[in-house]
């Protein structure tokens, strides 16, 4: 069965409010379980068990740099009317093009990652190979793409998924008890305090091509221009809120493992607090909360990757839909052959931090450009915050590709 080629993409603003709200909310959800991977659940792990209580200040700053830098990019996009890549080309010629192989290129690398956590995911939960249960997402992901309105279908299922995670996260961290009132002193008043947590956590929430899934995401369903500027920024900071309330939760559930002076696998540190927490039962949860987070972020890498080149030809865009499909069963081919490739996610990992402040950096230019924007002001607090995220991102980013290479190779 072939899927619709006026689907996702193509698909009218609908008319009703109640609609709106749902597809609004379906652009915020896509956006934060895009950000919630399997590297989301190792981040937020690793940097709580060495920051303790003092990883609350690093997710307090990078909640703020997070809006800053999302809310910048949706607005823009929306006004314009136009994908990132095309404003980018008006900015620049070409920039546009070396944009979307940055996005493609991350999003394909992170996908293998996101399809072997998936694989993980249900080796956990059900005990079968991680090979077959990457492969079975991988037909769960395709089917999505395959029904008439794929886009309905992947709003309503990032939302179930996402809001299922989150549910089952919450229960864990309540499980471990976490000190809650020194969690709250903490984000306020840290001991410790590490830049370079803080750059990983805004790179992994809307690094890559995750701060523009929800913004194309709204503009395919017809949701842009002036009018819709307070409907999109809404959507676009909810998105960043889902975000770190799984972040939290996830943070407290580890510090109450910690704060217990329970020993953490450094092998499968995520899966360790979840057993910890909550014995076997925990760590079938963890199987859940896994694959959950993963095959969300395939959904995501993949949607949003193909958005990137789906202008530069009427064949891509009309056959949008079975190029994602591709994208999906490259991921996991890649996985099945060759494993989880480390380097590959490394080098690209190193690269995806430079991806944010050339993006946000390029769309802030355009928001002053009337050829793009028209008779649009972008206030003056938006440009400063984003120039703000866009020198700190590139400096740390430039320095982390730096540092990075030479170790690989």
């Known amino acids: 069965m072939e899927p619709n080629k006026h689907t996702a993409v193509q698909e009218e603003i609908p008319a009703k409010p109640k609609t709106n709200r749902t597809l609004l909310l379906g652009a915020a959800f896509l956006m934060a379980t895009s950000a919630i991977g399997p590297g989301f659940l190792m981040q937020t792990t690793v940097y709580t068990q060495s920051l303790a209580a003092s990883f609350g200040f690093v997710i307090l700053i990078s909640v703020i740099l997070d809006i800053f830098a999302q809310t910048n990019v949706w607005r823009i996009i929306a006004v314009s009317e136009k994908r990132g890549q095309e404003i980018a080309n008006m900015v620049l010629p070409g920039l546009g093009y070396v944009l979307a192989a940055l996005i493609v290129l991350g999003g394909l690398a992170f996908n293998i990652?996101?399809?072997?956590?998936?694989?993980?995911?249900?080796?956990?939960?059900?005990?079968?190979?991680?090979?077959?249960?990457?492969?079975?997402?991988?037909?769960?992901?395709?089917?999505?793409?395959?029904?008439?309105?794929?886009?309905?279908?992947?709003?309503?299922?990032?939302?179930?998924?996402?809001?299922?995670?989150?549910?089952?996260?919450?229960?864990?961290?309540?499980?471990?008890?976490?000190?809650?009132?020194?969690?709250?002193?903490?984000?306020?008043?840290?001991?410790?305090?590490?830049?370079?947590?803080?750059?990983?956590?805004?790179?992994?929430?809307?690094?890559?091509?995750?701060?523009?899934?929800?913004?194309?995401?709204?503009?395919?369903?017809?949701?842009?221009?002036?009018?819709?500027?307070?409907?999109?920024?809404?959507?676009?900071?909810?998105?960043?809120?889902?975000?770190?309330?799984?972040?939290?939760?996830?943070?407290?559930?580890?510090?109450?493992?910690?704060?217990?002076?329970?020993?953490?696998?450094?092998?499968?540190?995520?899966?360790?607090?979840?057993?910890?927490?909550?014995?076997n039962v925990g760590y079938r949860i963890f199987g859940v909360v896994m694959w959950a987070a993963a095959i969300t972020s395939v959904v995501g890498a993949a949607y949003t990757s193909v958005s990137f080149i789906r202008t530069f030809s009427e064949t891509i865009n009309k056959k949008a839909n079975w190029i994602i499909i591709g994208f999906i069963v490259v991921s996991t081919v890649c996985f099945l052959l060759i494993g989880q490739p480390v380097k590959v996610l490394l080098i690209v990992g190193a690269i995806n931090g430079l991806i944010l402040p050339i993006a946000l950096g390029t769309l802030l230019i355009a928001a002053y450009k009337r050829n793009i924007v028209g008779d649009y002001k972008h206030p003056l607090w938006l440009t400063i915050s984003g120039v703000f995220v866009v020198i700190v991102m590139a400096l740390m980013g430039g320095y982390t590709l730096i540092k990075q290479l030479p170790a690989l190779f």
């Not at 009018?227 to 900071?237: D, G, I």
């Open 113 to 279: 990652g996101n399809i072997a956590g998936a694989g993980l995911g249900l080796n956990a939960m059900t005990g079968i190979s991680p090979t077959a249960g990457a492969a079975i997402s991988a037909v769960i992901a395709v089917l999505i793409f395959v029904v008439k309105e794929a886009g309905k279908a992947m709003d309503r299922f990032t939302q179930i998924a996402g809001f299922f995670m989150i549910c089952l996260m919450i229960y864990v961290a309540w499980t471990t008890s976490p000190p809650i009132g020194e969690a709250v002193v903490r984000t306020f008043t840290p001991i410790h305090f590490d830049v370079i947590a803080i750059v990983t956590l805004v790179g992994g929430s809307v690094g890559g091509y995750i701060t523009f899934a929800g913004g194309h995401r709204l503009l395919d369903a017809g949701v842009k221009g002036v009018e819709a500027l307070p409907q999109v920024t809404k959507s676009s900071v909810v998105g960043i809120l889902i975000t770190t309330v799984m972040r939290v939760a996830l943070f407290l559930a580890v510090l109450g493992v910690v704060s217990k002076g329970l020993q953490i696998d450094q092998d499968n540190p995520a899966a360790s607090v979840f057993q910890l927490a909550a014995g």
